[in-house]
């Protein structure tokens, strides 16, 4: 799908026009692939606002050069601030697995889980993502008897009350 109906721009970046014949010229992605469903990704803060729209399911988006969805994206560590801050804008929990990239497609497979809860209550039990420090979240849980654990994720925290 890489190579469908893309333009000329794109095209002899890799490839090379026979000198035989002359083809018509193609200047639009108005029918390529991801440009048709909203995955073509060519401008910063894009691809965050494409997967909050998602549904569940197997999915592929097409990166310009100028932005590598590999290093960018998908490190070697997927619980990275872009993943929870995609968490807590969202609040939901979402589940992200088969991920496949190259230097400019990403594959990947989207499941969207419970809510979150994004403001602790400390009468209701469950897991809470929160934007807090850990000083913070210590001194308030001082003031209750729940059991709590929490993981630290760049500037959020997961936190499970029981």
């Not at 333009?7 to 010229?25: A, G, I, N, R």
Request: proline share 2%.
């Amino acid at each position: 799908m890489k190579w469908l109906n893309v333009d000329d721009q794109y095209c002899y970046q890799t490839h090379s026009e026979k000198t035989y014949f002359t083809l018509p010229v193609c200047s639009s992605l108005v029918h390529n692939y991801f440009n048709y469903y909203n995955n073509y990704i060519s401008k910063e803060g894009q691809f965050e606002n494409a997967v909050q729209n998602l549904s569940n399911g197997y999915h592929q988006f097409f990166f310009t050069n100028n932005i590598q969805p590999l290093n960018k994206y998908f490190g070697a560590e997927i619980y990275n601030d872009f993943f929870y801050s995609l968490q807590f804008n969202a609040k939901r929990t979402i589940k992200i697995t088969q991920i496949n990239c190259d230097e400019e497609v990403a594959s990947f497979n989207i499941e969207f889980l419970e809510s979150f809860k994004t403001e602790i209550n400390l009468q209701e039990p469950g897991k809470y993502l929160i934007k807090m420090g850990i000083d913070e979240l210590v001194k308030l849980m001082e003031t209750t008897s729940y059991k709590y654990n929490y993981l630290i994720f760049g500037q959020f925290l997961e936190v499970t009350l029981k």
